[in-house]
Protein backbone atom coordinates (compact mmCIF):
# COMPACT_ATOMS: atom_id res chain seq x y z
CA UNK A 1 0.00 0.00 0.00
CA UNK A 2 0.96 3.57 -0.58
CA UNK A 3 1.92 5.59 2.12
CA UNK A 4 -0.42 7.12 4.39
CA UNK A 5 0.46 10.53 4.28
CA UNK A 6 0.25 10.74 0.44
CA UNK A 7 -3.62 9.50 0.57
CA UNK A 8 -6.21 12.54 0.40
CA UNK A 9 -7.29 13.58 3.86
CA UNK A 10 -10.69 14.91 4.67
CA UNK A 11 -11.09 18.32 6.00
CA UNK A 12 -14.24 20.28 7.52
CA UNK A 13 -13.68 22.37 4.11
CA UNK A 14 -14.90 19.66 2.06
CA UNK A 15 -17.65 17.43 1.17
CA UNK A 16 -17.14 13.58 1.30
CA UNK A 17 -18.26 13.25 -2.42
CA UNK A 18 -15.09 15.36 -2.97
CA UNK A 19 -12.79 13.29 -0.77
CA UNK A 20 -14.13 9.88 -2.15
CA UNK A 21 -13.09 11.49 -5.60
CA UNK A 22 -10.05 12.33 -4.86
CA UNK A 23 -9.07 9.10 -3.18
CA UNK A 24 -10.18 7.30 -5.93
CA UNK A 25 -7.82 8.98 -8.14
CA UNK A 26 -4.72 7.89 -6.37
CA UNK A 27 -3.09 5.45 -8.52
CA UNK A 28 -2.62 1.86 -7.11
CA UNK A 29 0.50 -0.20 -5.85
CA UNK A 30 1.85 -2.02 -8.66
CA UNK A 31 1.02 -5.25 -8.37
CA UNK A 32 3.97 -7.38 -7.50
CA UNK A 33 5.23 -9.15 -10.51
CA UNK A 34 8.88 -11.03 -9.46
CA UNK A 35 9.61 -14.65 -8.87
CA UNK A 36 9.09 -15.66 -5.27
CA UNK A 37 12.42 -15.48 -3.37
CA UNK A 38 13.52 -19.23 -2.89
CA UNK A 39 14.43 -20.04 0.59
CA UNK A 40 18.29 -20.41 1.27
CA UNK A 41 19.51 -23.87 0.90
CA UNK A 42 21.75 -24.74 3.81
CA UNK A 43 23.51 -28.16 3.05
CA UNK A 44 26.22 -29.99 5.31
CA UNK A 45 28.37 -32.45 3.61
CA UNK A 46 29.85 -35.39 5.45
CA UNK A 47 32.70 -37.71 4.65
CA UNK A 48 35.97 -39.81 6.29
CA UNK A 49 38.75 -37.73 5.65
CA UNK A 50 40.50 -37.97 2.73
CA UNK A 51 37.83 -38.98 0.82
CA UNK A 52 37.52 -35.76 -1.78
CA UNK A 53 34.95 -33.63 0.32
CA UNK A 54 36.37 -30.19 -0.72
CA UNK A 55 37.27 -32.16 -4.65
CA UNK A 56 33.49 -32.46 -4.79
CA UNK A 57 32.87 -29.62 -3.20
CA UNK A 58 35.26 -27.02 -4.97
CA UNK A 59 33.85 -28.66 -8.36
CA UNK A 60 30.12 -28.21 -6.99
CA UNK A 61 29.86 -24.28 -5.89
CA UNK A 62 32.02 -23.74 -8.79
CA UNK A 63 29.30 -25.27 -11.62
CA UNK A 64 26.03 -24.09 -9.32
CA UNK A 65 28.14 -20.58 -9.24
CA UNK A 66 28.40 -21.10 -13.58
CA UNK A 67 24.62 -22.47 -13.78
CA UNK A 68 23.37 -18.38 -11.77
CA UNK A 69 23.72 -19.86 -8.25
CA UNK A 70 24.58 -17.45 -5.55
CA UNK A 71 26.76 -19.93 -3.71
CA UNK A 72 28.76 -19.67 -0.56
CA UNK A 73 31.52 -22.72 0.24
CA UNK A 74 32.45 -23.16 4.04
CA UNK A 75 34.75 -24.98 4.97
CA UNK A 76 34.46 -26.37 8.71
CA UNK A 77 37.33 -28.60 8.87
CA UNK A 78 40.49 -27.29 11.34
CA UNK A 79 42.49 -28.05 8.45
CA UNK A 80 41.04 -25.05 6.45
CA UNK A 81 41.78 -27.09 3.37
CA UNK A 82 38.14 -26.95 1.38
CA UNK A 83 39.01 -24.06 -0.57
CA UNK A 84 42.27 -24.77 -1.77
CA UNK A 85 41.18 -26.24 -4.26
CA UNK A 86 39.13 -23.50 -5.47
CA UNK A 87 41.75 -20.90 -5.12
CA UNK A 88 44.32 -22.70 -6.88
CA UNK A 89 46.31 -23.72 -3.22
CA UNK A 90 46.24 -20.58 -1.95
CA UNK A 91 44.60 -20.65 1.90
CA UNK A 92 42.18 -18.27 2.96
CA UNK A 93 42.40 -16.72 6.58
CA UNK A 94 40.26 -18.36 8.47
CA UNK A 95 37.36 -16.81 10.48
CA UNK A 96 39.19 -18.03 14.04
CA UNK A 97 42.64 -16.70 13.48
CA UNK A 98 41.28 -13.51 11.92
CA UNK A 99 38.66 -12.90 15.07
CA UNK A 100 41.92 -13.50 17.59
CA UNK A 101 44.56 -10.68 15.35
CA UNK A 102 41.53 -8.30 14.88
CA UNK A 103 40.50 -8.52 18.64
CA UNK A 104 43.99 -8.13 19.86
CA UNK A 105 44.30 -5.03 17.76
CA UNK A 106 41.15 -3.57 18.99
CA UNK A 107 39.07 -3.91 15.78
CA UNK A 108 36.41 -5.37 14.35
CA UNK A 109 36.11 -8.59 11.55
CA UNK A 110 34.65 -7.32 8.14
CA UNK A 111 33.38 -9.40 5.47
CA UNK A 112 36.03 -8.70 3.21
CA UNK A 113 39.26 -10.08 5.71
CA UNK A 114 37.32 -13.81 5.74
CA UNK A 115 35.36 -14.12 2.98
CA UNK A 116 36.94 -14.18 -0.88
CA UNK A 117 35.26 -15.37 -3.96
CA UNK A 118 36.26 -16.81 -7.28
CA UNK A 119 33.63 -16.54 -10.81
CA UNK A 120 30.81 -16.54 -8.64
CA UNK A 121 31.84 -18.41 -5.59
CA UNK A 122 31.86 -17.10 -2.58
CA UNK A 123 33.99 -18.83 0.27
CA UNK A 124 35.45 -19.04 3.56
CA UNK A 125 37.06 -21.10 6.26
CA UNK A 126 36.55 -21.48 9.68
CA UNK A 127 39.67 -22.05 11.20
CA UNK A 128 40.33 -24.16 14.24
CA UNK A 129 43.17 -24.81 16.99
CA UNK A 130 46.38 -25.85 16.08
CA UNK A 131 47.10 -29.32 17.08
CA UNK A 132 47.33 -29.82 20.73
CA UNK A 133 45.75 -26.41 21.52
CA UNK A 134 41.71 -26.53 21.66
CA UNK A 135 39.08 -28.77 20.90
CA UNK A 136 37.92 -28.60 17.03
CA UNK A 137 34.80 -28.78 17.84
CA UNK A 138 34.54 -25.81 20.43
CA UNK A 139 36.19 -24.28 17.43
CA UNK A 140 33.00 -24.59 14.88
CA UNK A 141 31.02 -23.78 17.30
CA UNK A 142 32.36 -20.34 17.88
CA UNK A 143 33.23 -19.85 14.21
CA UNK A 144 29.74 -20.20 13.98
CA UNK A 145 28.92 -17.64 16.32
CA UNK A 146 30.92 -14.99 14.70
CA UNK A 147 29.45 -15.73 11.15
CA UNK A 148 26.08 -14.61 12.96
CA UNK A 149 27.70 -11.38 14.41
CA UNK A 150 28.38 -10.89 10.57
CA UNK A 151 24.74 -11.26 9.48
CA UNK A 152 24.84 -14.88 7.95
CA UNK A 153 21.47 -15.21 8.35
CA UNK A 154 20.54 -12.09 6.59
CA UNK A 155 22.53 -13.14 3.41
CA UNK A 156 20.65 -13.77 0.02
CA UNK A 157 22.58 -16.73 -1.28
CA UNK A 158 20.69 -19.50 -3.25
CA UNK A 159 22.69 -22.07 -1.46
CA UNK A 160 25.04 -22.29 1.30
CA UNK A 161 27.79 -25.87 1.32
CA UNK A 162 29.27 -26.66 4.90
CA UNK A 163 31.91 -29.00 4.57
CA UNK A 164 32.47 -31.07 7.53
CA UNK A 165 34.79 -34.19 8.86
CA UNK A 166 32.44 -37.41 8.85
CA UNK A 167 34.39 -38.71 11.27
CA UNK A 168 35.09 -36.43 14.07
CA UNK A 169 31.98 -37.28 16.46
CA UNK A 170 31.95 -34.97 19.14
CA UNK A 171 29.20 -31.94 19.62
CA UNK A 172 30.57 -29.29 17.37
CA UNK A 173 30.98 -31.41 14.24
CA UNK A 174 27.70 -32.70 14.78
CA UNK A 175 26.05 -28.64 14.96
CA UNK A 176 24.28 -28.93 11.46
CA UNK A 177 22.30 -31.91 12.67
CA UNK A 178 21.65 -31.41 15.90
CA UNK A 179 20.44 -27.78 15.69
CA UNK A 180 17.94 -27.87 12.82
CA UNK A 181 20.91 -25.44 10.99
CA UNK A 182 20.74 -27.07 7.58
CA UNK A 183 17.66 -28.51 5.55
CA UNK A 184 19.83 -31.46 4.67
CA UNK A 185 22.69 -33.74 4.67
CA UNK A 186 25.01 -35.64 1.89
CA UNK A 187 27.72 -37.68 2.54
CA UNK A 188 30.67 -38.54 0.27
CA UNK A 189 31.64 -42.41 0.43
CA UNK A 190 33.57 -44.77 -1.75
CA UNK A 191 33.39 -48.17 -1.90
CA UNK A 192 35.74 -49.24 0.68
CA UNK A 193 34.26 -50.05 4.41
CA UNK A 194 36.03 -47.33 6.82
CA UNK A 195 34.46 -44.32 4.46
CA UNK A 196 30.77 -46.74 4.20
CA UNK A 197 31.49 -46.64 8.48
CA UNK A 198 31.57 -43.57 8.64
CA UNK A 199 28.68 -42.38 5.82
CA UNK A 200 26.83 -45.01 7.94
CA UNK A 201 27.50 -43.38 11.59
CA UNK A 202 26.30 -39.81 9.81
CA UNK A 203 22.85 -41.87 8.97
CA UNK A 204 22.83 -42.80 12.95
CA UNK A 205 23.11 -39.23 14.04
CA UNK A 206 20.30 -37.80 11.39
CA UNK A 207 18.08 -40.51 12.49
CA UNK A 208 18.66 -40.07 16.31
CA UNK A 209 17.86 -36.46 15.95
CA UNK A 210 14.94 -37.03 14.11
CA UNK A 211 13.45 -39.15 16.79
CA UNK A 212 13.62 -36.14 19.32
CA UNK A 213 11.85 -34.28 16.78
CA UNK A 214 14.90 -32.83 14.80
CA UNK A 215 13.96 -32.35 10.80
CA UNK A 216 17.35 -32.38 9.33
CA UNK A 217 17.61 -35.56 6.20
CA UNK A 218 19.63 -36.79 4.23
CA UNK A 219 19.30 -35.98 0.56
CA UNK A 220 21.66 -38.76 -0.73
CA UNK A 221 25.58 -40.08 -1.32
CA UNK A 222 28.20 -38.89 -3.67
CA UNK A 223 30.40 -41.76 -4.45
CA UNK A 224 34.18 -40.54 -5.05
CA UNK A 225 36.64 -42.61 -7.01
CA UNK A 226 34.18 -45.02 -7.54
CA UNK A 227 35.77 -48.18 -9.02
CA UNK A 228 32.52 -50.06 -10.24
CA UNK A 229 32.40 -52.97 -7.52
CA UNK A 230 29.21 -51.79 -5.94
CA UNK A 231 29.50 -51.62 -2.40
CA UNK A 232 28.47 -47.57 -1.93
CA UNK A 233 25.47 -48.21 -4.52
CA UNK A 234 24.13 -51.40 -2.24
CA UNK A 235 25.04 -49.29 1.04
CA UNK A 236 22.74 -46.29 -0.28
CA UNK A 237 19.89 -49.10 -1.18
CA UNK A 238 20.14 -50.63 2.49
CA UNK A 239 20.26 -47.31 4.21
CA UNK A 240 17.00 -46.01 1.93
CA UNK A 241 19.21 -43.15 0.37
CA UNK A 242 20.19 -42.42 -3.46
CA UNK A 243 22.97 -41.49 -5.64
CA UNK A 244 23.36 -38.13 -6.08
CA UNK A 245 26.43 -38.74 -8.70
CA UNK A 246 29.27 -41.20 -9.08
CA UNK A 247 33.19 -39.55 -9.94
CA UNK A 248 35.16 -42.36 -11.32
CA UNK A 249 38.29 -43.35 -10.41
CA UNK A 250 40.05 -42.01 -13.11
CA UNK A 251 43.47 -40.55 -13.62
CA UNK A 252 43.23 -37.44 -15.09
CA UNK A 253 41.00 -36.47 -12.07
CA UNK A 254 43.28 -37.40 -9.53
CA UNK A 255 46.02 -35.47 -11.43
CA UNK A 256 44.28 -32.67 -11.91
CA UNK A 257 42.71 -32.36 -8.17
CA UNK A 258 46.30 -32.43 -7.31
CA UNK A 259 47.62 -29.57 -9.18
CA UNK A 260 44.51 -27.93 -7.56
CA UNK A 261 42.50 -27.31 -10.95
CA UNK A 262 38.66 -26.66 -11.25
CA UNK A 263 37.32 -29.92 -13.63
CA UNK A 264 33.30 -28.52 -13.17
CA UNK A 265 33.46 -26.05 -16.06
CA UNK A 266 30.62 -26.11 -18.18
CA UNK A 267 31.76 -27.46 -21.67
CA UNK A 268 34.71 -29.26 -20.10
CA UNK A 269 34.72 -33.22 -20.47
CA UNK A 270 33.62 -33.44 -16.88
CA UNK A 271 31.01 -30.82 -17.05
CA UNK A 272 28.12 -33.19 -17.01
CA UNK A 273 28.92 -35.52 -14.59
CA UNK A 274 28.79 -31.89 -12.48
CA UNK A 275 25.89 -30.61 -13.96
CA UNK A 276 24.16 -34.10 -12.94
CA UNK A 277 25.39 -33.44 -9.20
CA UNK A 278 24.12 -29.70 -9.31
CA UNK A 279 20.99 -30.90 -10.31
CA UNK A 280 20.22 -33.74 -7.93
CA UNK A 281 21.67 -31.63 -5.12
CA UNK A 282 19.06 -28.65 -5.66
CA UNK A 283 16.02 -30.72 -5.88
CA UNK A 284 16.54 -34.00 -3.62
CA UNK A 285 14.61 -34.22 -0.73
CA UNK A 286 15.87 -34.87 3.09
CA UNK A 287 15.08 -38.48 3.47
CA UNK A 288 14.96 -40.59 6.88
CA UNK A 289 17.81 -42.75 6.42
CA UNK A 290 17.53 -46.38 7.04
CA UNK A 291 21.42 -47.01 9.75
CA UNK A 292 22.81 -50.35 9.32
CA UNK A 293 24.36 -52.20 11.83
CA UNK A 294 28.03 -53.78 12.24
CA UNK A 295 26.83 -56.75 10.76
CA UNK A 296 24.89 -55.61 7.71
CA UNK A 297 27.73 -52.87 7.04
CA UNK A 298 30.29 -55.94 7.42
CA UNK A 299 27.59 -57.82 4.88
CA UNK A 300 28.10 -55.16 2.09
CA UNK A 301 31.60 -56.70 1.49
CA UNK A 302 32.84 -60.61 0.91
CA UNK A 303 34.31 -62.22 3.96
CA UNK A 304 38.33 -61.97 2.76
CA UNK A 305 37.90 -58.35 2.60
CA UNK A 306 36.59 -58.08 6.03
CA UNK A 307 37.57 -60.65 8.54
CA UNK A 308 33.74 -61.22 9.74
CA UNK A 309 34.08 -65.05 9.67
CA UNK A 310 36.56 -64.77 12.80
CA UNK A 311 35.70 -65.63 16.12
CA UNK A 312 36.04 -64.17 19.15
CA UNK A 313 38.93 -65.65 21.74
CA UNK A 314 38.50 -64.53 25.20
CA UNK A 315 42.00 -63.77 26.25
CA UNK A 316 43.53 -65.18 29.75
CA UNK A 317 45.16 -63.82 32.98
CA UNK A 318 47.91 -65.46 31.68
CA UNK A 319 47.98 -63.87 28.02
CA UNK A 320 47.95 -60.67 29.93
CA UNK A 321 51.04 -61.49 32.41
CA UNK A 322 53.52 -63.51 29.69
CA UNK A 323 56.01 -65.51 31.45
CA UNK A 324 55.75 -63.59 34.43
CA UNK A 325 52.33 -65.34 35.37
CA UNK A 326 51.63 -67.21 38.85
CA UNK A 327 48.71 -68.35 40.61
CA UNK A 328 47.94 -66.23 43.43
CA UNK A 329 45.47 -67.71 45.83
CA UNK A 330 42.04 -66.18 46.00
CA UNK A 331 41.29 -63.51 48.83
CA UNK A 332 37.77 -64.26 48.59
CA UNK A 333 36.12 -65.51 51.86
CA UNK A 334 33.84 -68.58 51.50
CA UNK A 335 31.81 -68.71 54.69
CA UNK A 336 29.90 -72.15 55.62
CA UNK A 337 26.03 -72.45 55.40
CA UNK A 338 24.80 -72.21 58.76
Not at 257 to 282: M, T
Not at 320 to 326: F, I, L, Q, R, V
Request: aromatic content about 8%; proline content about 5%; hydrophobic content about 40%.
Amino acid sequence: MSDCGNRAQHSPGRNMHDFLRAEAEIEPDPVATDAPKKETQIIAIYGKGGIGKSFTLANLSYMMAQQGKRTLLIGCDPKSDTTSLLFGGRACPTIIETSSKKKLAGEDVKIGDVCFKRDGVFAMELGGPEVGRGCGGRGIIHGFELLEKLGFHEWGFDYVLLDFLGDVVCGGFGLPIARDMCQKVIVVGSNDLQSLYVANNVCSAVEYFRKLGGNVGIAGMVINKDDGTGEAGAFCDAAGIPVLAAIPAHEEIRRKSASYEIIGRPGGRWAPLFEELAFNVANAPPLRPKPLNQDQLLGLFSGEATGRDYVLEPATSEDMCGASAASKPSLEVIYETI
